[in-house]
């Protein structure tokens, strides 16, 4: 299997739900993002993981908490959403590590995304 | 706040017509622009990716940056019924608070080639 993988590919829950999205790369790539695209606003970055570390958390709200076990693989763990927190959540890879200028020379390449649905 | 601007569109080009995007970025310091074509209901491609000022071909599509306009452009050529999308331009530079750089999307160009 290639490139980035993402599970689920949707995603109901209520309020007082636990839930985990899944995000795995095969593409030797070091740094991994979470984005958030809601309708006719541009992506949001969430978080950037560098190397298995948190490079950025773009002050987003506790209730989304990311988990970097290794390089390949990357959580959003979810908890207590918001009906305002449903949108397509997508997962992202790269070549380079996030915190230095050249990595951002580096595009972004996306899984399949997940619908998240809060109710 | 340093932003990415796009017209969000829609925009319409008869098939076999040049359809042009355009974007604008406000961080001179940014060095690398990228375009993303997305598809309803999927993830975004990534198709262009340009650094350096003048054009960049690469097939049907062509990229054009003018730094110091601080303006990047995606011509697309003899458009097809299939290149009807979302268009998102993606510029690097220092958008986020802590000082780092990060990749910054545009809300997106909505393309529509008509049969």
């Known amino acids: 299997e290639t490139g980035v993988t993402q599970t689920p590919r949707h995603l109901v829950m209520g309020m007082t739900n636990k839930k985990s999205l899944k995000c795995e790369q095969h593409?030797?790539?070091?740094?991994m993002y979470w984005y958030k695209q809601s309708a006719k606003k541009p992506l949001e970055l969430m978080f950037v993981?560098?190397?298995?570390?948190?490079?950025e958390n773009n002050s987003v709200p506790s209730r989304f908490s990311p988990e970097c076990p290794n390089s390949s693989h990357l959580f959003l763990h979810l908890h207590t959403l918001q009906p305002e927190d449903s949108a397509l959540y997508l997962c992202?890879?790269?070549?380079?590590?996030?915190?230095?200028?050249?990595?951002?020379?580096?595009?972004?390449?996306f899984g399949n995304g997940t619908r998240l649905t809060v109710t | 706040q340093k932003e990415v601007e796009q017209n969000s569109g829609p925009l319409s080009v008869p098939e076999g017509a040049i359809a042009s995007l355009n974007c604008t970025y406000s961080?001179?310091?940014?060095?690398?622009f990228f375009w993303y074509r997305q598809y309803s209901g999927k993830s975004p491609e990534l198709i262009m990716s340009?650094?350096?000022?003048g054009d960049k071909e690469d097939g049907r599509f062509t990229a054009q940056l003018n730094k110091a306009s601080q303006y990047v452009s995606l011509l697309i050529r003899d458009s097809q019924p299939s290149d009807s999308a979302t268009y998102l331009c993606?510029?690097?530079?220092?958008?986020?608070?802590?000082?780092?750089?990060?990749?910054?999307f545009g809300k997106g160009t909505k393309l529509s080639v008509i049969p």
């Open positions: 992202a890879s790269s070549q380079g590590t996030a915190d230095s200028f050249s990595s951002y020379n580096s595009p972004l390449h």
């Open positions: 961080d001179r310091g940014s060095q690398s």
């Open positions: 593409l030797g790539h070091n740094a």
């Open positions: 993981y560098s190397l298995e570390e948190r490079v």
């Open positions: 993606a510029v690097n530079g220092r958008y986020s608070g802590a000082g780092s750089y990060q990749l910054t």
């Open positions: 340009i650094y350096s000022n």
